[in-house]
C-alpha cells in the first residue's frame, strides 16, 4: 500500500494524465462556515475533483453520533463514483490547512482497503513558477465504480467502548479546547477525563508540512505513546482526529482507532463529567 504521506516531489512524478498518476481530491472544509468548494473553484490543483466533506464524508450530525458521523458505506461510494474515483484508483487528498480536513478522506479510504495518501504542505506546495497557474472552475471526471465496504470494526470504537474505559485516548483539539478555556461549538467545554492532549495542527512545522518523522516520535513520545496500538484519536468531530492516526503510522508508529462521535457526542451528554485543565 503507498505511504500515508506524500511529498511534492512524488505529486510533480506522477502529474495529472501521465500513465497511473493518481486522482487529486481536494478536501477543503472549513470549521467558520466559509465554502470549501467555492474556494475550490477559486483555484485548486491542476486535474483535482472536489470532495465534500457534509454530503460524502459524514452523516447528518444529531447530538446522539455527533456532529460528523461516519456516512453509510453505500453514501460514501457514491460520492467515490460520482467524483471518478474507482476501487483501483491511487488517491492524493490535500487542503489548505497542512492536512487536518484532508486526512478524514485519506483515513476513510486507508482503512476500507484503498489506496490513498495525504499531499504533505497541501495547496501551499503549487509553485506558479514551476507547475503553471492554479486550476479553476470544476474537474469532472468519468463514472467510476466503487464497492461499498463496511466501516471495519477494528478501526474504530463507539462511546460505550470510550465509557468502559482501558483506551489511550489522544485529543487532537487545539490545547485551548482540551483545557476548556474555550469551546466555539460544542455543547460543553473540556475534554474526556484521562485523554492526553496532541493537537493534530503541532505536527506541523512554520511551512505547513508534517515535521520530520523523528520529531513526530518524540511529540508522541511525550505523552507516552511509542506504538498507535491501543490508541483512540478524537477530535470535536472525527475529522480532525485523522490527522493524528496518519501522522502516527508516518512515524512508523502502526496505526490506531477513531472514535467517529468525538467531543461533539460526549458533550451532548450531561451527565458524563469533563474534564479541564
Same mark, same amino acid.
Given at each position: 500500500?503507498? !505511504?500515508?504521506?506524500?511529498?511534492?516531489?512524488?505529486?510533480?512524478?506522477?502529474?495529472?494524465?501521465?500513465?497511473?498518476?493518481?486522482?487529486?481530491?481536494?478536501?477543503?472544509?472549513?470549521?467558520?462556515?466559509?465554502?470549501?468548494?467555492?474556494?475550490?473553484?477559486?483555484?485548486?490543483?491542476?486535474? !483535482?475533483?472536489?470532495?465534500?466533506?457534509?454530503?460524502? &464524508?459524514?452523516?447528518?450530525?444529531?447530538?446522539? /453520533?455527533? /456532529?460528523?458521523?461516519?456516512?453509510?458505506?453505500?453514501?460514501?461510494?457514491?460520492?467515490?463514483?460520482?467524483?471518478?474515483?474507482?476501487?483501483?484508483?491511487?488517491?492524493?487528498?490535500?487542503?489548505?490547512?497542512?492536512?487536518?480536513?484532508?486526512?478524514?478522506?485519506?483515513?476513510?479510504?486507508?482503512?476500507?482497503?484503498?489506496?490513498? !495518501?495525504?499531499?504533505?504542505?497541501?495547496?501551499?506546495?503549487?509553485? !506558479?513558477? /514551476?507547475?503553471?497557474?492554479?486550476?479553476?472552475?470544476?474537474?469532472?471526471?468519468?463514472?467510476?465504480?466503487?464497492?461499498?465496504?463496511?466501516?471495519?470494526?477494528?478501526?474504530?470504537?463507539?462511546?460505550?467502548?470510550? &465509557?468502559?474505559?482501558?483506551?489511550? @485516548?489522544?485529543?487532537?483539539?487545539?490545547?485551548?479546547?482540551?483545557?476548556?478555556?474555550?469551546?466555539?461549538?460544542?455543547?460543553?467545554?473540556?475534554?474526556?477525563?484521562?485523554?492526553?492532549?496532541?493537537?493534530?495542527?503541532?505536527?506541523?512545522?512554520?511551512?505547513?508540512?508534517?515535521?520530520?518523522?523523528?520529531? @513526530? /516520535?518524540?511529540?508522541?513520545?511525550?505523552?507516552?505513546?511509542?506504538?498507535?496500538?491501543?490508541?483512540?484519536?478524537?477530535?470535536?468531530?472525527?475529522?480532525?482526529?485523522?490527522?493524528?492516526?496518519?501522522?502516527?503510522?508516518?512515524?512508523? @508508529?502502526?496505526?490506531?482507532?477513531?472514535?467517529?462521535?468525538?467531543?461533539?457526542?460526549?458533550?451532548?451528554?450531561?451527565?458524563?463529567?469533563?474534564?479541564?485543565?
Amino acid at each position: 500500500m503507498i !505511504a500515508p504521506v506524500v511529498d511534492a516531489a512524488w505529486w510533480r512524478a506522477h502529474p495529472d494524465g501521465s500513465p497511473g498518476s493518481p486522482v487529486l481530491a481536494d478536501v477543503r472544509w472549513y470549521l467558520d462556515g466559509r465554502s470549501g468548494r467555492e474556494a475550490y473553484e477559486r483555484g485548486h490543483l491542476p486535474g !483535482a475533483v472536489f470532495v465534500d466533506v457534509d454530503r460524502w &464524508l459524514a452523516a447528518p450530525g444529531i447530538p446522539e /453520533r455527533g /456532529r460528523h458521523p461516519l456516512p453509510p458505506p453505500e453514501v460514501f461510494a457514491e460520492g467515490m463514483a460520482s467524483g471518478g474515483i474507482g476501487d483501483a484508483d491511487v488517491v492524493v487528498a490535500y487542503d489548505d490547512l497542512g492536512g487536518v480536513v484532508a486526512a478524514r478522506l485519506v483515513w476513510m479510504l486507508r482503512v476500507t482497503g484503498h489506496e490513498a !495518501a495525504l499531499l504533505d504542505g497541501g495547496l501551499a506546495v503549487h509553485d !506558479a513558477q /514551476r507547475d503553471g497557474p492554479l486550476s479553476t472552475g470544476t474537474v469532472a471526471r468519468p463514472r467510476a465504480r466503487f464497492t461499498p465496504h463496511p466501516w471495519p470494526a477494528e478501526a474504530i470504537v463507539e462511546l460505550d467502548e470510550v &465509557l468502559a474505559g482501558g483506551l489511550v @485516548l489522544l485529543d487532537a483539539r487545539d490545547g485551548a479546547r482540551y483545557r476548556g478555556e474555550t469551546e466555539p461549538v460544542d455543547p460543553r467545554a473540556g475534554h474526556v477525563p484521562g485523554a492526553r492532549s496532541m493537537p493534530c495542527r503541532e505536527n506541523l512545522g512554520p511551512d505547513g508540512r508534517l515535521l520530520p518523522v523523528e520529531q @513526530l /516520535r518524540a511529540r508522541f513520545a511525550t505523552i507516552g505513546v511509542t506504538d498507535a496500538t491501543g490508541t483512540v484519536s478524537y477530535c470535536g468531530s472525527g475529522i480532525n482526529a485523522c490527522h493524528n492516526l496518519l501522522a502516527m503510522e508516518h512515524a512508523g @508508529l502502526g496505526r490506531g482507532r477513531l472514535w467517529p462521535g468525538s467531543w461533539s457526542q460526549y458533550s451532548n451528554r450531561p451527565d458524563l463529567p469533563a474534564g479541564t485543565g
